[in-house]
C-alpha cells in the first residue's frame, strides 16, 4: 500500500472519530482530546483563562465637571455620542451639573456632574463634516445655553493667517455673515484650518474652569497620545485644574 494513502486512510479514521455523534453519557465535546469517558478523573480539558471585562474609555465621562472631546478622524465617532448624551440630558430637562431629570430610569445612577463640554475635531477631508452634519445643528439649535462648544478643524488647509488660505478664509467669512452656515462643514459650526495648539487649549480651560475636574477623552491615531498626556499632566500639576486624560485608539 502506498505510503500517501495509507496517511490519508490515518487522518480520515482520526477525524470521523473524532467527529461522531456523541453516545450516552458523553456531552459530544472534546472526544479528540479524550482516551475514556468526561466522567474519568483523568479527563484532560483544556485550561481556559478569562481576563476582564475590559469598560469603554469613555464610559465615566458623566462624572467630570467638564469635558475636553477630541477626535482625529473617524475616532469623532465616539465622542459625537457623548456629545448627544450631553445635548439629551439637556433636552430632557434635566439641569446640567445635576441629577437625572425626575421619573427617568436612570435616577438611581450617579449624578451627571457635566457643566460644559469642549469637542475638537480634526480631520484632513472637508467631505468628513457631512458624517454630523445633524449632530452639529442640533447643537446649535437646541443648545440654548452654550453647554457644548464645538471646534472643527480641517488639517489640509494651510493654517489661519497664510496668504495661501486667505481666499478661502475671506469667502468662510462673508458666507457665514450672510448665512450663518460654514462653507466647508456646511453647518452653522465654524471650520478652522489647521491643527489645534494644544497648548493653548488646555490653558483656556484651565483658566475657564479653576478647581474643576476635567476629563479628556481622545480617540483617533496613536500619534497625540503622547502629547495630550504629557499636558494633562502639566496644568494638573502647574494650575488648579485636574485633567483626566483617557485614549482610545483607531
Same mark, same amino acid.
Given at each position: 500500500m502506498p505510503l500517501l494513502y495509507l496517511m490519508e486512510l490515518i487522518i480520515t479514521l482520526n477525524v470521523n472519530q473524532a467527529c461522531r455523534p456523541p453516545t450516552d453519557g458523553e456531552s459530544g465535546l472534546l472526544r479528540a482530546d479524550l482516551s475514556v469517558g468526561i466522567?474519568?478523573? +483523568?479527563?484532560?480539558?483544556?485550561? %481556559?483563562? /478569562?481576563?476582564? #471585562?475590559?469598560g469603554a474609555p469613555a464610559q465615566d465621562y458623566r462624572e467630570y465637571d467638564v469635558l475636553l472631546l477630541i477626535g482625529l478622524g473617524i475616532g469623532a465617532t465616539p465622542l459625537i455620542s457623548i456629545v448627544k448624551d450631553v445635548l439629551n440630558h439637556i433636552q430632557r430637562g434635566g439641569s446640567v451639573g445635576g441629577t437625572e431629570p425626575e421619573g427617568s430610569s436612570k435616577g438611581k445612577k450617579k449624578p451627571f456632574m457635566t457643566k460644559r463640554a469642549y469637542s475638537y475635531w480634526v480631520t484632513r477631508e472637508e467631505g468628513s463634516f457631512e458624517w454630523f452634519r445633524g449632530v452639529m445643528n442640533e447643537v446649535a439649535e437646541k443648545d440654548k445655553d452654550g453647554v457644548i462648544e464645538l471646534h472643527n478643524h480641517c488639517s489640509s488647509v494651510y493654517q489661519e493667517g497664510d496668504a495661501r488660505s486667505a481666499l /478661502?478664509?475671506? %469667502?468662510? $467669512?462673508?458666507? =457665514?455673515?450672510?448665512?450663518? &452656515?460654514? /462653507?466647508?462643514? !456646511?453647518?452653522? &459650526?465654524?471650520? =478652522?484650518?489647521?491643527? #489645534? +495648539?494644544?497648548?493653548?487649549?488646555?490653558?483656556? /480651560?484651565? &483658566? +475657564? =474652569? $479653576? +478647581?474643576?475636574?476635567?476629563?479628556?477623552?481622545?480617540? !483617533? $491615531?496613536p500619534v497625540l497620545v503622547a502629547q495630550l498626556r504629557q499636558l494633562s499632566a502639566d496644568f494638573t500639576h502647574n494650575t488648579n485644574t485636574k485633567f483626566d486624560f483617557h485614549k482610545e485608539n483607531f
Amino acid at each position: 500500500m502506498p505510503l500517501l494513502y495509507l496517511m490519508e486512510l490515518i487522518i480520515t479514521l482520526n477525524v470521523n472519530q473524532a467527529c461522531r455523534p456523541p453516545t450516552d453519557g458523553e456531552s459530544g465535546l472534546l472526544r479528540a482530546d479524550l482516551s475514556v469517558g468526561i466522567t474519568d478523573s +483523568n479527563a484532560r480539558f483544556p485550561k %481556559l483563562m /478569562i481576563d476582564g #471585562p475590559y469598560g469603554a474609555p469613555a464610559q465615566d465621562y458623566r462624572e467630570y465637571d467638564v469635558l475636553l472631546l477630541i477626535g482625529l478622524g473617524i475616532g469623532a465617532t465616539p465622542l459625537i455620542s457623548i456629545v448627544k448624551d450631553v445635548l439629551n440630558h439637556i433636552q430632557r430637562g434635566g439641569s446640567v451639573g445635576g441629577t437625572e431629570p425626575e421619573g427617568s430610569s436612570k435616577g438611581k445612577k450617579k449624578p451627571f456632574m457635566t457643566k460644559r463640554a469642549y469637542s475638537y475635531w480634526v480631520t484632513r477631508e472637508e467631505g468628513s463634516f457631512e458624517w454630523f452634519r445633524g449632530v452639529m445643528n442640533e447643537v446649535a439649535e437646541k443648545d440654548k445655553d452654550g453647554v457644548i462648544e464645538l471646534h472643527n478643524h480641517c488639517s489640509s488647509v494651510y493654517q489661519e493667517g497664510d496668504a495661501r488660505s486667505a481666499l /478661502i478664509v475671506m %469667502l468662510q $467669512e462673508l458666507n =457665514h455673515a450672510k448665512k450663518g &452656515v460654514d /462653507i466647508l462643514s !456646511g453647518t452653522s &459650526v465654524k471650520t =478652522h484650518f489647521a491643527r #489645534p +495648539n494644544w497648548r493653548s487649549v488646555f490653558k483656556r /480651560i484651565a &483658566v +475657564n =474652569h $479653576e +478647581n474643576q475636574r476635567v476629563g479628556v477623552f481622545y480617540c !483617533g $491615531e496613536p500619534v497625540l497620545v503622547a502629547q495630550l498626556r504629557q499636558l494633562s499632566a502639566d496644568f494638573t500639576h502647574n494650575t488648579n485644574t485636574k485633567f483626566d486624560f483617557h485614549k482610545e485608539n483607531f
